[in-house]
């Protein structure tokens, strides 16, 4: 089990790699000039060489990317400030360590999507089972019929009029903001609710018509008729049997998703005005921020390989076959 | 003698369907007696697992009729509530199925599934329950069966895999054992040890065993009656021998001309039925095997093109077919007499429509 | 059998070693030795049957005399010219002479073609074009397998088990082929259509004067249809000889317990055969046994079993019957050993 976590990881820092080195490529080889960017409106010719400089921008493109990687595993100097490893460079904008940003922001888009898996994956996938239970009732046809609803419909849109019907009409829910979590637990829940619950409805509703699917699936396997045959009541071969077939698909989706989510709810985040790494990743692409847009990318990817990593241990707790 | 074991009366199953109704069982009789092995043989389609797998109730129920009487020592099981059967499966009736591998749940212990078993009819403890589980297994030729009993089923062999099924199957030492091709994805080798053992088991329990199989070599060698099914109903029924030596049924005759055995001399030719077995959709009329039978009565009236024939007895000892060629021929027997009575209460739905 | 001319199909020493299976630990677990080492001869118009477990490297084996797989050792010579490894295009002209057909008769039809299609592509693909047309040549093949020709149009899910089977043979018959392998052609099929297609195929044989490979684990079977019976376990021959020899007069413990394990099976005299009953399974063939591989579910295997190989040698009194044991003995003297 340990090699296979050893595997695992290393061949997760190998994919971070590629991700990182595409993303240089595309982003520094591009013909904007960085340095004119970050050097601002009132530029003079010397400041920008000055600047050129500083940023390493007068040296080749594969010097840069050197530099870069010494960077992240040793630190390195721009002009008279040192960045200490992991360095991720300075944004072109505020000319803040990309690295810090990241950190700073990161609580933010992690609450978020914690936060919502927990009310989507509870409430999605018991909607699931219940309607494969009840296949062919009414509860299994309404829920269906409004998951579809729910799948259909868009995070803005449902956001906007959640907002103004919970928060600015009845006053049911706190403004949605983001507070962190060390400095006012009850803050940080209260004003993460609407934007969990919005989050959470359109995704709740993919997960029940996944778990439904899969869970009518597990109830057809031989050995799910074999534990019937035994005698067994209904609430064990539901909830002791049938269920484990049924949520290996649920596991496998969910991995992907909350990689998506821990790069950034992009959409939920700028809707909510949340400040976590997707709305980070909408301003540094509005900026052209390349340093920022490198570090964004890499933290998505890194998010995107742990949570793979996993479901692959979820998966061995589930299915003694997977186990080594 | 005492009431059979199992008394199965013109058991009827039909499924609804886009493409129709499909009966796939179509007025099946027969008994299980106590402690004797009933072999249930047909094609692919035929209706043998859905006949077994309406007894317990475990098929589909959506869009699905169950009729007629199947009663299990005093207790009917067609219309049963799902408390009732829950209380026969497993305890009093058991079954072992084809594919070993899909058929043991991938995600417990061998030794836990036995256990569940135990423990859901006897309300015994973890600890009496898994001394039982391993006692089972060993008994079923299980090598370290204390070891093996913590392992998964994915690592037992196929061979290993049904034996560990007959020990959960048996566990509670049921009345009845169904067999659903026990032995159909197995190696000949393991076939034979694994149908010796059922012997074995049967006799030191006491089991009735329904074997149901396609193979005639199985048949012949396990069961003391047997029951031929064709297109969802029993085409020829009694003693093995009888069956099987002195065939009746044109069906059952073909079936054996057409399976080389190993006591044929070197160079008896094939006899294959010609065609192909009939759609459940739309049966033909009349006998289901007509289209396919080499002694069909001729004529534009022939009974075998309009009228389904029933069992009825050929010779004594209890041996049936259901053609038209032998319902003129054949006295019939006493227990089929009986039968024929009950018989004439359930009037044939599709036959009512066709008879002018 | 023709002496003066090279057989039709001689394998020498075949070998085929697939790489282990992956742990989840990504670390090749030793090499599955699937054929480990065989010898076989098919005259033409001959029918040799080849019996045995699941597992023991029968599919295998047609595929390497098929040149679907590559061999990792021995060499297949057919009509006396080595095609052991021989390229894609040295394989062209035989390609067409060497026809299989498959176990499960839904899988191995392409279910977007039509029936005209799936039959005029061996002919096309082997560049042979039949007086009278392709066309009238595929509606003759759907004649020959017992198929109504106007079914050039239809596509395989239409028809029956038994009917894609027909279609199966009808495209390994396309090009005009010397040699059949035939794996497990019947085992999928319902038992009274199987009799129509071995039927069939033993009119082929006799009217074409096909040879055929014919894989099955039915003995009873191949009984009926083959001239001799090779008997496999864990990738190696363990006895081979003509059928009358092999199921009266075996020699091997092994054909003696799959013959004995053979359901319904009675003896020449009627009654039932001597029951010999193996103790569990095949082993892996990852790890096969030392020695006799057989030995650790033989009743007769002593210190020597362990040690040595047991050669494929012919019988004193027969050449053609060869045994790869080392206290051959026909079955009656088998329950005098046992005691
Ligand atoms: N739930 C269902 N809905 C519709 N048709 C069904 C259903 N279950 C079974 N059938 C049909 O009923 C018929 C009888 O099926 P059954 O499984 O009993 O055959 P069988 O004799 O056991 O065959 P096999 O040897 O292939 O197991 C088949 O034609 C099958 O397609
Ligand atoms: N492509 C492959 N890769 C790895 N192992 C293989 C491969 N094909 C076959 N094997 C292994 O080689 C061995 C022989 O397989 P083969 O299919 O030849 O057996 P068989 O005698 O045809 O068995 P069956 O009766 O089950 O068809 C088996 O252990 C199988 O698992
Ligand atoms: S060589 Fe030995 S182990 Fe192998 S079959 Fe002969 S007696 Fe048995
Ligand atoms: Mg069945
Ligand atoms: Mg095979």
Known sequence: ?324 | MTSPLLAVRDLRVRFATEGGVVKAVDGVSFDVERGRTLGIVGESGSGKSVTNLTLLGLHNPARTTVEGSAVLDGTELVGASERTLRDLRGQRVSMVFQDPLTALSPYYTVGAQIVETYRRHTGAGRREALDRAIEMLDRVGIPQAARRAREYPHLFSGGMRQRAMIAMALVCEPDLLIADEPTTALDVTVQAQILDLLGELQAQLGTAIILVTHDLGVVADVADEVLVMYAGRAVELGPATRVLETPKHPYTRGLLASVPRLSDPLDRPLRPVPGAPPSLLAPPPGCAFHPRCDQVIAGPGSPCRTRAPVLVGVGDSGHEAACHLEAGAGAAGVGSAERERERAQVPDAREGGKNP | ?339
């Not at chain 1, 209904?234 to 077939?245: D, F, I, N, P, T």
């Open chain 1, 1 to 324: 089990m340990f090699r296979f976590l050893v595997q695992r990881l290393l061949g997760a820092a190998l994919i971070l790699f590629v991700v990182f080195t595409v993303t240089f490529f595309l982003f520094f080889a591009m013909p904007d000039d960085p340095a004119r960017l970050s050097c601002g409106k009132t530029c003079t010719p010397e400041t920008l060489a000055l600047i050129r400089r500083d940023l390493g921008l007068d040296e080749s493109v594969p010097m840069q990317y050197w530099h870069y990687i010494v960077g992240v595993f040793a630190g390195r100097d721009f002009g008279t400030s040192h960045c200490s490893a992991p360095c991720l460079g300075y944004s072109f904008v505020n000319h803040e360590p990309v690295l810090d940003t990241l950190l700073d922001r990161f609580p933010a888009t992690l609450s978020l999507a914690l936060g919502a898996s927990v009310i989507f994956l509870g409430v999605g996938v018991m909607i699931g089972m219940l309607a494969a239970l009840r296949r062919g009732t009414w509860l299994d046809k309404s829920t269906m019929a409004l998951s579809l609803i729910g799948a259909s419909v868009t995070i803005q849109f449902l956001g906007v009029i959640a907002r103004y019907v919970l928060v600015d009409q009845l006053r049911w829910l706190p403004k949605p903001e983001y507070l962190p979590f060390t400095g006012d637990p009850g803050g940080w829940m209260g004003g993460l609710l609407l934007p969990w619950l919005t989050l959470a409805c359109v995704q709740a509703a993919v997960y029940a018509r996944l778990t439904r699917a899969s869970m009518i699936d597990a109830l057809g396997e031989d050995h799910v008729r074999t534990v019937r045959a035994k005698g067994l009541t209904s609430r064990q071969v539901y909830l002791k049997h049938a269920w484990r077939g049924a949520i290996t698909p649920v596991v496998t989706v969910y991995g992907i998703e909350l990689g998506v989510l821990l790069g950034g709810a992009v959409v939920t985040e700028t809707t909510f005005n949340i400040p976590g790494i997707g709305k980070l990743a909408v301003n540094a692409v509005a900026n052209s921020d390349l340093p920022m847009i490198t570090g964004v990318v890499l933290i998505a990817a890194t998010a995107m390989v742990l949570a793979n990593v996993a479901v692959d241990a979820v998966y061995a707790v589930i299915d003694p076959r997977v186990r080594v």
């Open chain 3, 1 to 339: 059998m023709s002496t003066s001319e090279a057989p039709l199909l001689e394998v020498a020493g075949l070998t085929k070693h697939f790489p282990g299976p992956r742990s989840l630990l990504r670390r090749r677990v030793g090499a599955v030795r699937a054929v480990d080492g065989i010898d076989l001869t098919v005259e033409a118009g001959e029918s040799i049957g080849l019996v045995g477990e699941s597992g023991c490297g029968k599919s295998t084996t047609g595929r390497l005399i098929t040149r679907l797989l590559e061999p990792s050792g021995g060499t297949i010579r057919y009509r006396g010219q080595d095609i052991t490894h021989a390229s894609r295009r040295e394989l062209a002209p035989i390609r067409a002479q060497i026809q299989m057909v498959f176990q499960d008769p839904y899988s191995s039809l392409n279910p977007r073609h039509t029936i005209g299609g799936i039959l005029r592509a061996p002919l096309d693909v082997n560049n042979i074009d039949p007086p009278g047309g392709r066309r009238e040549r595929v509606r003759e093949l759907l004649d020959t397998v017992g198929l109504n020709p106007e079914h050039y149009n239809r596509f395989p899910h239409e028809f029956s088990g038994g009917q894609r089977q027909r279609i199966g043979i009808a495209r390994a018959l396309a090009a005009g082929p010397k040699l059949i392998v035939a794996d497990e052609p019947v085992s999928a099929l319902d038992v009274s259509i199987q009799a129509q297609v071995i039927n069939l195929l033993a009119d082929l044989r006799r009217d074409l004067g096909i040879a055929f490979v014919f894989i099955a684990h039915d003995l009873a079977v191949v009984r009926h249809f083959c001239d001799r019976v090779v008997v496999m376990y864990l990738g190696r021959v363990v006895e081979s000889a003509e059928r009358g020899a092999l199921y009266e007069d075996a020699h091997h413990p092994y054909t003696h317990a799959l013959l004995s394990a053979v359901p319904g099976a009675v003896g020449p005299g009627g009654g039932r055969r001597e029951r010999i009953r193996l103790t569990g399974d095949v082993p892996s063939p990852i790890n096969p046994p030392s020695g006799c591989h057989f030995r650790t579910r033989c009743h007769k295997a002593r210190d020597v079993c362990a040690t040595t190989v047991p050669p494929l040698t012919a019988l004193a009194g027969d050449p053609g019957h060869r045994v790869a044991c080392h206290f051959p003995s026909p079955a009656e003297t088998l329950a005098s050993v046992r005691g």
